[in-house]
């Protein structure tokens, strides 16, 4: 789904008119922040899926 989700903001971003340095860092790390949610019994297995993701 991350891949989605920054392939989908780096497309929208080439018809903005004010572009800044926009690196797909940075789209990654705000929609693992924000965009993507997990439910698990275990707290800590939702961090691991966050890790996993990012890596």
Same mark, same amino acid.
Not at 8 to 20: A, P
Not at 23 to 43: E, S
């Given at each position: 789904?991350?891949?989605?989700?920054?392939?989908? +903001?780096?497309?929208?971003?080439?018809? #903005?008119?004010? /572009? &800044?340095?926009? $690196?797909?860092?940075?789209?990654? +790390?705000?929609?693992?922040?924000?965009? #993507?949610?997990? /439910? &698990?019994?275990? $707290?800590?297995?939702?961090?691991?899926?966050?890790?996993?993701?990012?890596?």
């Amino acid at each position: 789904m991350i891949k989605e989700i920054i392939t989908t +903001r780096n497309i929208l971003t080439s018809y #903005l008119e004010k /572009v &800044d340095e926009r $690196p797909p860092y940075n789209f990654k +790390r705000h929609a693992n922040q924000t965009c #993507l949610y997990g /439910v &698990d019994i275990d $707290p800590g297995a939702v961090e691991i899926a966050k890790l996993r993701l990012w890596l």
